[in-house]
């Protein structure tokens, strides 16, 4: 009893700052949902009519697929990159693992706001790298405008995601398939099971919850991010990198409109707030 | 009983405090934009001017907080729906969004210090753009202009003269094209350029008459005028007037392409003006972009930067004292401080003053163009429509100069958007 008491005493101060600071806010954006908002200021009850122009919204239609889209991407790129990257360091020597671990997270360890800049002058249709290295490599003719075209801006954006984010994926697995019994690599070794049978039928199915682990924080991230479409692109051109929480800050700072920005935010917390239900029961079970 | 201590000490507390004679001066904050470099560099120009009326106004004293240009527009939303707003603001843009502030009663309304002061050197334009259902809430300041800077001795290497009409532009730009140059340096990439030199194609296009049937009439986005406005800077891109990749160029690097001599013109106003003087390596010039369509008079767009606001909350004797500062700032004898260290011409300012004072001759070449046609002179698009139709118009305007939209379907947009806002009441009508 005595040790309860003590442990609800320990954990109330978390608890009352994690209220203030994070329960509090959600519980007045779900409020502010609710009135019609003019310039920053409460002009009327609105009961549910914030939502009802959902429907309606086809910025919101289009960012929420855009959203969809990062995520597919996110999942296929980083993942299998980090995947395979740290199946074939876990048999380098320690220090080879621990120089190319470094290289590899460094992106990571840069904001993505600057990440954005550098990638910025990398795609610059006037002077990016990026044009220079095809006209290099006699591929010139393929060179674009890589953030200003509908056809490449989203892509080209996501290059710059997968880039900050496989560094990550490749340490996580990089742990977690050294937590991996040896025997079971040196039974299949004895079997005759070459590398990439090994990898299929003893890394892989290992790895599941690591690999659900990062799919899931993958999934939710690529929710919530916003910095890097910002400093890039503003979801332009046109409405082509347009993403939730850029739809969230234009309708919120620029418009004004702080009743529909809350009800996009709530929107957008109830799906992270599903994703993450999700990820929670599949590591559970996994 | 148990009360009578904090009762005696909340008696004591004020008896103390009535003892202690109030002081005399009034304070003000004051929020401005005003750095020590870049688009508003005015910065040392704003302290000095500080100290200079509070010499003059014993009484007053100005807390100074700057805040970025790029940020102020989000901050003071922020600060006015958090009931902090500060005492005297100097915030970009005008029109729709003061208006807004106007509409909810956050910014007081200022004719009576209109009256007092006498503040006549702002025209009905200006007083139009900061009013809101006949009365005024802002105090414009900086006199922004439109036009086109041009590469002098490119001209002269390409033999091409400063056109006198848009079929001569145009010619100008179609040989500058096939001598290899970029006609036009531009950058969309911030989302905002384009809005002005859609405002600028439209004045020229459509004339300020039929942009104000629509912006304060009856009249659609669809006029045949606007139409030939969007495709006028439709066909811009198509003829490859802009450099490659224009919507992912930033609004500095396209400068730094006219100021670098890779193009021969570009079109944008004089908000940039001092970094284009000291930037260029070339001959400099100005002119202003002829009339597009027939019978539409030449003039500019032209707008005011932005303008000093007093919150409505703030106390009588406050806003009393924030509008005597203002008076000292927009003075006469300290517009010539504003131009020459500030490096901003305030509205009111002639072109023989600026010829007289010690400013770079582009400054002076470019206000003795634009001024010249002030009842012809018109509307700047972004900071005169509502925030909500702005933000149609960036995406929308994108699309349609990177060839994604036709113009039929950039102005159904903008129709739309333009008919739900003023369904519910965002217009700004002077």
């Known amino acids: 009893m005595t040790s309860q008491r003590t442990a609800i005493l320990f954990v109330l101060p978390a608890l009352a700052l994690y209220l203030a600071f994070v329960g509090l806010p959600i519980l007045q954006v779900a409020a502010y949902s609710l009135f019609t908002w003019d310039n920053g200021s409460v002009t009327g009850f609105a009961g549910l009519a914030n939502f009802t122009r959902l429907g309606g919204d086809t910025v919101f239609w289009t960012a929420l697929g855009h959203n969809g889209i990062w995520v597919v991407l996110t999942l296929a790129f980083p993942l299998m990159i980090g995947l395979l990257l740290a199946s074939i360091l876990a048999e380098c020597s320690p220090r080879t693992v ?39 490599v006699g591929l010139g003719a393929l060179g674009g405008a890589w953030l200003a075209e509908p056809s490449t801006a989203l892509y080209a954006l996501n290059v710059v995601g997968a880039w900050t984010f496989f560094g990550f994926c490749v340490l996580i697995y990089l742990a977690a398939i050294q937590a991996i019994d040896p025997s079971l690599y040196e039974a299949a070794q004895l079997d005759g ?56 800050y234009k309708t919120f700072f620029l418009v004004g409109d702080f009743g529909y ?3 996009l935010s709530v929107v957008l917390l109830a799906i992270v707030l599903t994703v993450s239900g999700v990820s929670y029961r599949l590591l559970r079970s996994a | 009983m148990k009360h009578l201590p904090a009762a005696r000490l909340v008696a004591s507390t ?34 000095e001017l500080i100290a200079a009326c509070e010499k003059v106004l014993p009484d007053i004293k100005i807390l100074r907080t700057v805040v970025p240009s790029i940020g102020i527009r989000e901050s003071y939303r922020l600060a006015v729906s958090a009931d902090k707003t500060p005492d005297l603001a100097y915030t970009w843009p005008a029109a729709s969004v003061l208006a807004g502030y106007a509409r909810t009663g956050k910014v007081a309304p200022l004719d009576a210090y209109y009256a007092k002061y006498k503040w006549d050197g702002i025209n009905d334009f200006y007083r139009g753009r900061n009013s809101y259902k006949g009365n005024i809430y802002g105090v414009p300041m900086e006199q922004d202009l439109m036009g086109v800077y041009y590469n002098r001795d490119l001209f002269k ?48 296009t459509a004339g300020r008459e039929a942009e104000e ?37 930033g609004y500095d690097e396209a400068n730094a392409l006219f100021l670098g001599g890779r193009a021969a013109m570009t079109i944008t106003g004089t908000w940039v003006l001092q970094d284009m003087a000291r930037g260029a390596k070339f001959d400099l010039g100005v002119f202003m972009l002829p009339p597009i369509s027939e019978g539409v008079p030449a003039g500019t767009m032209w707008g005011e930067g932005s303008q000093w606001q007093i ?80 933000q149609v118009l960036y995406p929308e305007l994108q699309r349609l100069v990177g060839g994604d939209a036709t113009p039929d379907q950039f102005l159904d947009a903008m129709q739309q958007s333009w008919s739900k806002a003023v369904a519910n009441g965002e217009r700004w009508q002077p």
């Not at chain 1, 840069?110 to 990016?128: E, T």
């Not at chain 2, 508003?40 to 704003?46: E, I, S, V």
């Not at chain 2, 848009?166 to 006609?183: D, I, L, R, S």
């Not at chain 2, 007037?241 to 992912?248: D, E, K, L, W």
Request: aromatic share 12%; proline share 6%.
């Open chain 1, 98 to 136: 621990r120089i190319l671990g470094a290289i590899y997270f460094l992106p990571r360890t840069i904001p993505l706001v600057v990440a954005g800049i550098i990638w910025g002058w990398i795609y610059n249709p006037m002077f990016g790298l990026a044009n220079w290295a095809l006209d290099m």
């Open chain 1, 193 to 248: 099971a070459s590398w990439l049978k090994r990898f299929r039928f003893v890394t892989v199915p290992l790895l599941k919850p690591t690999t659900l682990f990062l799919g899931l924080y993958a999934a939710i991230e690529a929710m919530r991010f916003f910095d890097l479409v910002w400093v890039t692109t503003q979801g332009g051109p046109g409405y082509d990198t347009e993403v939730l929480t850029t739809h969230i």
């Open chain 1, 261 to 263: 920005a809350a009800t």
């Open chain 2, 14 to 47: 004020m008896l103390i405090a009535a003892a202690i004679p109030a002081s005399a001066e009034t304070v003000v904050t004051q929020w401005d934009q005003f750095a020590s470099s870049g688009i508003t560099a005015a910065g040392p120009a704003m302290d």
């Open chain 2, 157 to 204: 290497k390409l033999g091409l003269e400063v056109p006198k009409t848009y079929a001569e532009f145009q010619a100008v730009a179609a040989k500058v094209k096939e001598a290899g140059y970029v006609p036009i340096a531009f950058g969309n990439r911030d989302r905002w350029p384009a809005t002005n030199t859609l405002s600028l194609v439209l004045g020229l």
């Open chain 2, 213 to 249: 049937k629509v912006l304060f009439g009856d009249g659609s986005w669809t006029d045949p005028a606007f139409k030939k406005a969007a495709e006028t800077i439709a066909d811009w891109a198509k003829e490859g007037y802009f450099p490659r990749g224009f919507n992912g160029i």
């Open chain 2, 311 to 390: 919150a409505a909350s703030a106390p009588e004797a406050t806003k009393d004292a924030a509008a005597a500062y203002v008076d000292c700032l927009i003075s006469p004898e300290h517009r010539q401080v504003w131009v020459e260290k500030g490096f901003l011409v305030p509205i009111g300012t002639k072109a023989e003053d600026l010829a007289a004072w010690n400013t770079l001759p582009a400054v002076k070449e470019f206000y003795a163009e634009g001024l010249k046609t002030p009842d012809t002179n018109f509307y700047d698009l972004h900071t005169t429509l509502p925030e909500s139709v702005t």
